[in-house]
């Protein structure tokens, strides 16, 4: 067991806030040594009791791996933590939230300090780190070479699923998730300020949301047909004409009810451009293009 265990990669992780500490965890749960460094040190002292090495600064913890894992609060606050750190030969995975610019910065500034690069996107909270049944996934865009390497390491905290060459996709991915969920959180909020008045329990109107919410997930299969075929009026259930028509309903039950529009105007009248430059006979797949013009 013990030759086991000594076998594992060893890793540094920069960050041990709420997700790094559970990264942390999972690694060293795994049998990974763990070299941890964070800018307030205290933070740190819960995972050097649970075996890993605390480092004194970010450029020694550095030194210590040639895997070097960054958790940070942003991107400015990975620059800084590794400006004085020697990445010449290491490989750097940054799971620090950021933008798809961010990532091709930093894939630019990691090769001209000698380091090959991987940066991710984070799918999960950290209670679903490290438990292989909770759905936990990360994107990772960048160095294949460096992600085929470190594919097990990076498996040990969440499902590592790689998007490509360009270091941006992993947080394309990661964001454009989730807008879509935020776009869902918003529904759920507007469908339930409408029966908040009324004798109808949240509870008993829940697992009905939810139901009507799974059953229309799969038009986004249906709309990524239309986007890659050009034809946005193939296999049209509910046309946009039909749809804009109707819903002049939505907003005035949301009016009778005293209810904002506020959330639900914008897609709506989007679908109204869209119907108004002629096209009433595809469904709402169009609207991707209208968001790209503006």
């Not at 649970?50 to 030194?63: D, I, N, Q």
């Not at 991710?120 to 936990?136: E, K, L, Q, R, Y």
């Not at 949301?209 to 009026?233: H, I």
Request: hydrophobic residues 50%; glycine residues 8%.
């Amino acid at each position: 067991m013990t030759d086991h265990l000594s076998s594992r990669t060893p890793l540094t992780l920069l960050g041990t806030g709420a997700m790094g500490t559970a990264l942390a965890r999972a690694w060293l749960v795994a049998g990974h040594p763990v070299t941890v460094w964070n800018r307030t040190p205290a933070r740190a002292e819960a995972l050097a009791a649970e075996g890993a090495t605390v480092a004194g600064s970010a450029a020694e913890a550095v030194s210590a791996n040639r895997l070097v894992i960054a958790c940070l609060l942003d991107d400015v606050s990975v620059g800084e933590a590794l400006s004085d750190a020697d990445l010449s030969g290491r490989d750097l995975v940054n799971l620090t939230t950021g933008t798809p610019a961010q990532g091709r910065a930093r894939v630019v500034w990691a090769k001209a300090r000698g380091a090959r690069f991987l940066d991710a996107g984070i799918m999960a909270v950290p209670p679903m780190i490290g438990s292989p049944d909770s759905g936990a996934f990360v994107f990772y865009s960048g160095s294949t070479a460096l992600f085929e390497e470190h594919r097990d390491v990076l498996a040990v905290p969440a499902d590592p699923r790689y998007v490509g060459t360009d270091a941006g996709f992993a947080a394309l991915h990661d964001v454009a998730l989730l807008s879509a969920m935020y776009g869902m959180f918003a529904g759920v909020a507007h469908a339930f300020a409408l029966i908040r008045q009324e004798d109808i329990a949240p509870r008993d109107f829940a697992p009905l949301l939810v139901s009507w919410l799974t059953a229309m997930a799969p038009a986004a299969l249906e709309t990524a047909d239309k986007l890659e075929s050009g034809d946005y009026t193939k296999n049209v259930v509910s046309n946009l004409a039909m749809q804009v028509a109707g819903s002049a309903t939505f907003l005035r039950t949301a009016e009778e009810q005293g209810v904002s529009q506020e959330l639900l105007r914008p897609y709506l009248d989007l679908m109204a451009r869209r119907l108004a430059d002629g096209h009433g006979d595809e469904d709402t797949t169009g609207v991707v293009d209208l968001l790209r013009r503006l």
